[in-house]
């Protein structure tokens, strides 16, 4: 067997069947499926077996490609021990982003990786549920996602066990509402205040949407949601509009002239900026080098992470 092979297995694993895992490794599913059926038969055990139309790896596959994560590991370690004798390492990263937190934290990085001879970073912004963010991993070296706080940590699929997760910063959300509104000049608003006013929240499934169901909770009351908008600049507008309250992050939205940040009692409100890298890309001097440059950022802007 060799690395190309188990990496493609592992990706089978890691993105949930053949297709996605084609799309990552720019491969075709047949290809992918070839890929797959030469390693079965050098291995000789059932590696993947169908579900519906779709396939999903067996417990040998599980294990196995575990084992190539293992594997992709040793590989760039071994690079990594190489590189760390050239005077200056070299390459390219890719960062991705969610969009606010692009907004947040992506000029300055790229300031100080302009600094870094030899490293050039490539930025996407990649706005996904959060159950997707530990997907793109298999295609981006470092990944910036968020989560709510508090919240369960991150659970990779089978055959991508091995992320490292690094916390960047805690942003809270506060409660943003139109210069004039009664809660404008308030120093907190509880969950009980409410009650039955107008929401603009953002898609289910996003880290916003599970804040705003825990201020539910506490109200005892489901929140009037009028509009679901997941660009944090089409919220602000339509909140100096009059048209809603909304939770906005402190850091990235906190300087407006039309909104006013309210600050949440009695609910953990905020949300988690970390970031995702497969421990093989992790090996990386270059990846290294950007993240640190990350983590520094990060540090200017959050305060210090609290325990979940």
């Known amino acids: 067997m060799d690395a190309r092979s188990l990496e493609v297995l592992r990706t089978v694993g890691s993105q949930g069947g053949v297709t996605a895992a084609a799309r990552t490794l720019h491969l075709t599913p047949s290809a992918v499926s070839q890929q797959v059926a030469v390693l079965q038969r050098e291995v000789g055990v059932v590696l993947t077996e169908r579900i519906g139309r779709g396939l999903r790896l067996t417990p040998a596959g599980e294990a ?7 594997v992709s590991v040793a590989l760039e ?8 004798f050239l005077e200056k390492p070299t390459g390219t990263v890719r960062v991705s982003s969610f969009q606010s937190g692009a907004q947040l ?3 300055g990085l790229l300031t100080r990786v302009a600094a870094l001879d030899g490293i050039t970073l490539e930025a996407v912004d990649e706005d996904v549920a959060q159950e997707d963010f530990l997907a793109l991993t298999d295609r981006i070296d470092i990944v910036v996602a968020h989560r709510p706080d508090p919240s369960p940590p991150w659970t990779p699929r089978s055959g991508a066990a091995a ?19 009664p809660f404008a000049d308030r120093e907190a608003v509880r969950p009980a205040d409410l009650v039955d006013v107008p929401w603009i929240a ?3 499934g996003f880290p916003v949407a599970t804040v705003l169901g825990e201020v539910a909770g506490r109200s005892g009351t489901a929140p009037r949601i009028v509009h679901r908008i997941n660009d944090f600049h089409v919220i602000e507008a339509l909140v100096a509009a009059g048209h809603g309250v909304s939770l906005l ?5 906190g300087g407006s002239t039309r909104v006013r940040l309210v600050p949440l009692a009695e609910v953990r409100a905020g949300r988690r900026v970390d970031a995702l890298l ?15 440059e990350l983590r520094a950022e ?11």
């Open 77 to 84: 370690r071994a690079r990594a021990a190489c590189d760390a």
């Open 163 to 181: 992320v490292r997760v690094v916390p960047l910063l805690r942003e809270p959300l506060d409660v943003a509402v139109p210069v004039g509104h």
């Open 249 to 253: 992050p402190r850091h990235t939205f």
């Open 202 to 204: 953002v898609r289910e």
């Open 278 to 292: 497969r421990a093989d890309r992790a090996e990386r001097l270059v990846v290294r080098r950007v993240l640190d």
């Open 298 to 308: 990060a540090a200017g802007i959050g305060g210090p992470m609290p325990d979940d």
């Open 105 to 107: 934290l992506l000029p």
């Open 64 to 70: 196995l490609a575990e084992a190539a994560v293992d």
